[in-house]
């Protein structure tokens, strides 16, 4: 039972980082309806920032926040100057748009940084509050950092007008601009906001798989299966699918035997696959139903 | 100085012409009507006022240039676009919808004293305040645009066919509300429509136009006892 | 008159491509020969840089047919160009069979499995489409080291194939010999490509990705148009697997991953999406910008090929075959041409109405 309990947090832990990615991916689907292949490289790009920044003696918090500041302008920039030009021109255009930005991040971070592999610290204290004994001080941490900056996000967007403008935009951009909402910003916000969101996981994540260039590949994967597992649609379910990704890998590597880390990652996505198959739309999503 | 001033306006999809020359102006107070049959550019001439196409020509509202500017600038100049088909934020609830009109403004005792007046016009929408905009019925949709035009506190209302796919009496209903509005706000308006007589009912002045053009103009009393318009566009 | 009705049928066929007018005919003789001489001047390590170009132009053929033409999004195409490659390898080294014999099975074999892998795919649509295929991707490498199948796959280090001689004995390499095999395959396939998509079946494609549901409501058999296609686009990727692997000699696990599928949804998209033309300029691309992006920056080569993905999408949004047409209708427009286009209001407005098109 306390195996159980303590690969489940394990898997909660990592749950949250993918919920964040998955969060972020929602937030950038729901703006511009195209998933973002870089939003990995990119929050790998951020946590790399914050290595500098804390290699320069800035002390933790100041790093991270800074960290989450510059990768916030940074979404936006990236989204007004590389993406804006190929808004609208079709699906696969801006996908080959988004795998050129993951290889440029990608070999940009090698570039300037190496490829050896880093260690980064953990901001956590050594020892888990209430006596936990089932999970591990960082993981702990990992839970409540993101369940945090996830409770902001979602404050933001439901309970601010910005916020509302934002989700406006990103349904009907045409009717957004009818009342003056100023579209083209409000897509680079949501970028910022969502390259914010996956520094938090990139940082949170690198001191349990050290930071490398190619950190944040399988996270990413995990934290799109996370949001279509929840519904691509519903940032709610897009988080709970994250979670429950997180929470089935651990298990599933930790179960099956025969299984092992060799085809952990094709297990669980066959598993999210055949849930798809019988719910289209994710676990919370809902059917956009299609008038001709 | 008209309120809004439109010269030589043409406007095109992509390559095709749709407006070829139009001009027109609207007085500060009025009701104005562009009728003419499907495909004539009606829907087209209110878009191309709003940037929504692309248009060559001069259009100033308010005395300023709004040729060229983006649709977002241009609305926040104080016009507001009841477009065809409602352009409903579908999955935001019926008072959000409303109150993203009042998105570009900074009073908010201002909004708040126009969101009661807008559920005064349409009590309907007041009880169905917190429900998803998409489930509302065609007709509750269109006050909802017209209500969410409204909370902009615009000078300028340009309504896109207004009856469309509405029972006659809700159609009545909404224009006798139209007229009420623009007379107790001083909102001048723009309404494009097919059903002739009931825009006529409440405009002061009307355009006819046929493939891009304008045929004829008037004051709604000289146009509605037209001849060949009581044949073409009334019935009788 | 009795000229206008042949005329317009021959107008509708010339645009949609089902007819080849007289100087695309020409285009495509002067090409071919061009193809036919090339390896006559070039080394061996080039004719087989060439080969590959080819054999990647066959695949990117193949996913083009699924994606292009029938609006089904594949991330996972990398799988079935393993199973063509590891088909051929199985045949030719523990079987002993000729390299020939292994390009239809493994399109036969890919066909089924595409088939199959279609049934259930038919439910999910776009994004999760995507997913779906990405899993496939993923799982690719991994299945291939399972250690129960490793006795055929060769678990990790994979196999290694002899590359074949040249038949009748005749006096060239072995590397000039695989690239005139694989053109001669190339051109069957694609001729068949190209009467398959012309027809009533290209038709019903392009209909159910453009209106699944007014396709079915006009009587096309949605599910069965979809399933079919998923395994005739695996069919050709699978070729094009078979091939790779007598090609490079060496099938190994790790080299069929998702980056694999990506390259290919690239040579699709740059290329020319729903273009057999924009296939060759596909493989073309696969091969070469990544070898002149190292030539630009050792350092980070990637990131150079990542700069060139993005220009391409700014400057040739429709690909290189649709860049091509876009020139030539220009140019012959040119002789008809009344008059410059008006100066008009057109940033943002047209931008807006970009949008609204997507």
Redesign the interface.
Known sequence: MDQFLQQTFSGLAFGGIYACVALAVVMI?QATDH?NFAQGEMAMFSTFIAYSLLHHGLPYWWAFLLALAISFVGGVLVERI?VR?????????E???F??????F???A??IWDYTIKPFPSPFPKHVPFGITFVGPHEFGVIGVTLVVLAAVFLFLRLT?VG??M??AA?????????????GWMLALGWGLAAAIGAVAGIMVAPIVFLEPNMMQGIL?YG??GA?LGG?SNPVGAVVGGFVVGVLENLVGTYVPFIGS??K??VA??L??TV??FR???LFGYVVV?R? | MALLEVSKLEAFYGQTQVLRGLSFTLEEGSVTTILGANGAGKTTTLRAICAMVRTSGELTFDGQRIAGKATESIVRRGIAHVPEGRGTFVRLSAEQNLRLGAYARRDAAGVEEDLERVYGYFPRLKERRGQQAGTLSGGEQQMLAVGRALMMRPRLMLLDEPSFGLAPLLTEELFRILGAISRERQVSMLVVEQNASLALGIADQAYLLETGRIVMSGSAEEIGKDESVRKAYLGY | MAESKPDTRRLAALASGARLSRSQVLGLVLALAGAVVLPSFISDYRAFQYTMVLIYAIAVLGLNILTGYNGQFSLGHAAFYAIGAYTAAIMMEQWGIAYYWTLPVAGIVCLVVGFLFGLPALRLEGLYLALATFALSVATPQLLKYDPISPWTGGVQGVTITKPDPPFGLQISQDRWLYYFALAVLIVMFVCAWNLLRGRTGRALKAIRDNPIAASAMGVNTALYKSLTFGVSALYTGVAGALGAIAIQFVAPDTFNFYLSVTFLVGVVIGGLASIPGAIFGGLVIVFIPNFAEQVSKAAPWAIYGVFLILFMYFMPTGIWGFIRLLYARFTRGRLATGTPRATHTETAATNAKRRNA
């Open positions: 689907y998933l590389v030009p190929v808004e609208g021109t079709g699906v696969l255009n996908v080959i748009v795998i050129g930005l993951l290889a440029i990608n070999s940009m090698g570039w007008p509302l403008a989700r406006a349904q009907n951009p045409d009717s957004a601009r009818l009342v003056g909402i100023r579209v994967l799109f299966a279509l691509i060799q085809l990652l094709s996505l066959v999210i696959v798809l198959v289209p739309s994710g299609k001709v």
